[in-house]
Structure formats: structure tokens, C-alpha cells
């Protein structure tokens, strides 16, 4: 998940992690500009309850939870080899091919947690507060240098990210309400949206499906950080062999089929028709064969030995088709200059087993390591024209500067949402009355 960071966060927990940062206190004059969190891939607890019948995957995988709803995402104990198959039986993802639907696994009941507060997206396993710590950096600076209040002013917007926004029912109309509701608590203030990751795909959904007039009325701007625009090649792997983050006690393997459960890995795929992706180049090699991003419909699947995956990705590819401008000012935040996969090959076994093997080489290029730069920058172009349109169409004049990007070189994909220099740029920027750029002193601002 998180296009697997949080089994990075597995290994973080072992590792020192540096606390909070200092944040020097203001007094804002008045209620601050009220922030809504859209949080990426594996972002935000989720909760389950289990009544499952006899079948579990080994016999001391548990089958009841008592009526309590649990922790699904993230205990952290239940990430260890051997619980890890229990696991996974829960989570995973089941499509009805004849309806489109997806389900729960058959005695397993997911709910999200925490929708309209920060809890459940700053912190993923209490248990392990410092190793499993998300968007507690942030929100934890907005409280203490920006006079926020958890709920009040800054809230986010959790959903269970193994599926996209359309099958998260009543999500957008959920999220829209919740932002009315931070509009009205501020005494009439529009809400500045911040996204990171897959939320960026998630909240330029929910903006295509509002009328103007109320993203006029209601929304100041939003902070798309890391956006997996047009996807990712990591995307690739994931569906191909899975994909542990490293962390070797783990199995790549292992994880695969539950990877592949998820419509967002799929949606996350390279998107096709985008300029992020040439049509002549390969994303992923094995002997005798190579993928391009017009093999991904049906080659790409079959081969993997996950044929239904083509009919998701046909069912997925026309949510933000062509990525629809947002119709609100955008500051698109990124990482550059960290090595990210952007083709694999895979050469050990033979036929038919190619894909039960880790890849044996990664070919490496520009972006933050888990997204590649031409995704992260895919719609910037198109919806800086669609801005000027939009400007000419009211009668000319000066064009606002509707869509900005500010790069952070070196600083990866999932650190930058914790970014010292980008959480002080963000909380400058909330305070100003005019809209200013995000830019920071260790930041090209373009
Ligand atoms: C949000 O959570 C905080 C604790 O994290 C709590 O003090 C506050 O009352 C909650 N606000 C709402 C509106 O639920
Ligand atoms: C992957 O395979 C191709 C074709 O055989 C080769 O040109 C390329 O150098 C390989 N990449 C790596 C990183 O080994």
C-alpha cells in the first residue's frame, strides 16, 4: 500500500525516527483558513470486523472478532511472517466480474474510521506512534505554529484506499459536506484542500464532480503533494510480483495477491494516451517480450496470470480520464531527483514463471522513488491552457496564476508530506490574505 511504503514503515519502526519539529508559535489575527486532508495510499486507519466461517487461510488465523470492529490497517503485528497470510485473506479485495462490484472477503466487514478529525491519518498503529507517524508532522505544526484545532479547523477525509473514490460510496457527497461544515465553522472562510499521493487522484475526482459555482464559493486552493497523476511504473511490479518495500522478511510473493485485489493498483497504472508515457518505451521486459503502456489493456495480464485485471483496468481507466483541470488554484508540490524504477526485467525461470520472481534489473530515472517526474508534472501544462481559457472566457484581463509547482530535489515521495521547509511554505501560505505562491528557500519555485 502506499504503493507498499508501509512496509517501509515496518522497518522505519526499528529505526530512530526524529520527533516533531519545534514550530516557532504565531498568533493568527483571526480563525486560521480551515485545511482539509486528503491522505494518500495506506494513509488512514481502517477497522473490520470478522465473522468468517470455517475457512481461513492456516488454523490459528482468527474467525471472529466478537462483534468488535478491529484494526485492519495498521497493526503492525499482523504484518509478521506467518500472520501475514491471515492478513491478507482480510483485506483483499473481491470482484464480481458479472456486476463490476467489489467486495469484502465473504464474513469480513471494512469501515474507515476517523472521517472528519485527524486521529486515524496522523498516527496508523498507536501501538507504534513514532514508526507508523503519516501526517502527525503536519498536523501537529498547523496546531502549534498555525492556531489550529483537530476537527474544528483542520480535519481530513480518510477512505479506504484498496478502492477508488466511485466505489467508495457516498464519499463525495461525505467530503463535500465536510467541507461546508469547515467553511461555516470558520465564520465563512473557503477551505484550502491538501492532498499527498493516490489522495491527489482521489480529491481531482471529487473537484471534477462539483458544479463551479461551488467550488467558487467553498474551495480556496489546493495543495496536491506527490500526485500520482498519470501513474507509476511501480505499479507494474506490484501487479506482477508484488512488492515488500525491501523489508527481506517479507516475501514479495507473498503479498501479490493481495496487491492485485486492490482497484487502486490498477487505477494507479501508467494511465494510456498520457504524455508521461511514450508509446515506444518499455515498462517492463521479460525474455522474448517487452510491455508498453498500450500493452497494459490485455498482453500485460494475461501474462502475469491475472487476466481479470484487464477488466478492471477497463472499468477504472475513464475515472479522470484525460485528467479534467480541477477548476480551482493548484499548487502541485513534488520530489525530484531520487532514482525511480521506471522499467524492470524480468529474466529468471522460464516460461510461465517469469513473474513468480523478483525483477533482476530496475532501470532507474528522475522523480521522487515511488513516482516517476512526467507523472507527478503530467496535467500542469494542460491546466495552466485551461486556466487561461477560463480567464479569457470572463472578459480577458489578467490571467491569474492558477497553477504553480514548486520541486524539493532530492526529498522522496514519502517524506515530503513531513517536508520541514514544505510545512513551513504551506503554513506562510494559509496565512496570507492574497494568494502567494508556495515556494521555500530549498525549493526552484516554476
Ligand atoms: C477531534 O479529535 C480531537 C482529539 O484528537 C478531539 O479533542 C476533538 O474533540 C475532536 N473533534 C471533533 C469535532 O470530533
Ligand atoms: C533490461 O533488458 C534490456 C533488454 O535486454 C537491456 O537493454 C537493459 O540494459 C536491461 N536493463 C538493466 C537495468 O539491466
Given at each position: 500500500?502506499l504503493?507498499g511504503?508501509s ?8 529505526a530512530?525516527?526524529p ?7 504565531g498568533?493568527?489575527a ?6 482539509l486532508?486528503?491522505?494518500g495510499?495506506g494513509?488512514n486507519q ?6 468468517k466461517?470455517a475457512?481461513?487461510p492456516?488454523w490459528?488465523?482468527p474467525r471472529s472478532?466478537?462483534g ?14 506467518g500472520?501475514?497470510?491471515?492478513w491478507?485473506?482480510?483485506v ?6 458479472a ?9 469480513v466487514e471494512v ?6 478529525n485527524?486521529?486515524?491519518v496522523e498516527?496508523l498503529?498507536?501501538?507504534?506512534p513514532?514508526?507508523?507517524?503519516y501526517l ?6 498547523l496546531?502549534?505554529g498555525?492556531?489550529?484545532e483537530?476537527g474544528e ?6 477512505y479506504?484506499?484498496r478502492r477508488t473514490?466511485?466505489s467508495?460510496r457516498?464519499?463525495?457527497?461525505r467530503?463535500a459536506?465536510?467541507?461546508?461544515r469547515l ?6 472562510r473557503?477551505v484550502?484542500l ?10 481531482l ?5 462539483q458544479?463551479q459555482t ?6 480556496h486552493?489546493?495543495t496536491s ?8 511504473a511501480l ?23 493481495e496487491?492485485?485485489?486492490y ?5 494507479m497504472?501508467?494511465?494510456a494516451g498520457?504524455?508521461a508515457w511514450?508509446a515506444e518505451r518499455?515498462?517492463l521486459?521479460?525474455?522474448?517480450r ?9 498482453a500485460?495480464?494475461?501474462d502475469?496470470?491475472?487476466p481479470?485485471?484487464a477488466?478492471?483496468r ?7 480520464r484525460?485528467l479534467p483541470?480541477?477548476?480551482v488554484?493548484?499548487h ?5 531527483g531520487?532514482?525511480t524504477?521506471?522499467a524492470y526485467?524480468?529474466?529468471?525461470g522460464?516460461?510461465?514463471?517469469w ?5 533482476t534489473?530496475?532501470?532507474?530515472g528522475?522523480?521522487?522513488?515511488t513516482?516517476n517526474l512526467p507523472?507527478?508534472l503530467a496535467p500542469?501544462r ?5 486556466a487561461?481559457l477560463?480567464?479569457e ?9 492558477a497553477?504553480?509547482v514548486?520541486?524539493y530535489p532530492?526529498v522522496s ?12 511554505a504551506l503554513l506562510?501560505y ?6 502567494i505562491?508556495i515556494s521555500?528557500?530549498?525549493a526552484?519555485?516554476?
Open positions: 500500500m504503493l511504503r512496509w517501509r514503515m515496518l522497518a522505519l519502526a526499528l530512530a525516527v520527533g516533531l519539529a519545534a514550530w516557532s508559535a498568533s493568527p483571526s480563525a486560521p483558513r480551515p485545511v486532508l486528503v491522505p495510499d494513509g481502517l477497522e473490520a470486523r470478522l465473522e466461517s475457512h481461513t492456516h490459528y488465523c472478532s466478537h468488535r470492529f478491529e484494526r485492519l490497517w495498521l497493526r503492525a503485528s499482523d504484518l509478521l511472517p500472520l501475514v497470510g491471515c491478507s485473506d482480510n483483499r479485495l473481491h470482484w464480481d466480474a456486476t463490476g462490484a467489489f467486495a469484502d472477503t465473504p464474513g469501515r474507515v474510521p476517523g472521517f472528519g485527524t486521529s486515524t498516527v498503529d498507536p501501538a507504534l513514532t514508526g507508523s507517524g502527525d508532522v503536519l498536523v501537529g505544526a496546531v502549534a498555525g492556531g489550529y483537530r479547523s483542520v480535519a481530513a477525509a480518510p479506504d484506499f473514490p466511485r467508495n457516498g464519499y463525495v457527497a467530503t459536506r465536510l467541507v461546508e467553511f461555516a465553522a470558520s465564520g465563512g473557503r484550502a491538501v492532498s499527498h499521493s493516490l489522495g491527489s487522484l482521489v480529491t475526482y471529487l473537484l471534477n464532480e458544479p461551488w467550488k467558487d464559493r467553498y474551495i486552493s489546493w503533494v506527490a500526485g500520482v497523476f498519470a501513474g507509476t505499479e507494474l511490479k506490484v501487479l506482477a510480483s508484488g512488492d515488500s518495500s525491501g523489508v527481506k522478511v517479507l516475501p514479495s510473493r507473498s503479498l501479490v495477491e496487491q492485485r485485489s482497484e487502486t493498483n490498477v487505477w497504472l501508467p494511465r498520457s504524455p511514450p518499455a515498462l521486459r521479460r525474455p522474448g517487452e510491455y508498453t503502456v498500450d500493452d497494459l489493456d490485455d500485460f495480464f494475461a502475469i496470470g491475472y481479470r485485471g477488466a478492471v477497463a472499468a477504472t481507466s475513464g475515472l479522470s484525460g483541470a480541477p477548476g488554484r493548484v502541485v508540490v513534488v520530489g525530484t531520487v532514482p524504477p521506471v526485467n524480468y529474466t529468471k522460464c516460461e510461465k514463471t513473474f513468480r520472481h523478483d525483477p534489473a530496475t532501470e532507474l528522475d522523480g521522487d522513488g513516482v507523472s507527478l500542469v494542460a491546466w495552466r491552457a485551461a487561461e477560463a480567464a472566457v470572463r472578459g480577458g484581463g489578467a490571467v491569474p496564476v497553477v504553480t514548486t520541486r532530492g515521495h514519502g517524506q515530503l508530506i513531513r517536508h520541514p521547509p514544505l510545512i513551513a506562510e494559509l496565512r496570507a490574505d492574497d494568494p505562491s521555500a528557500p530549498a526552484q519555485a516554476t
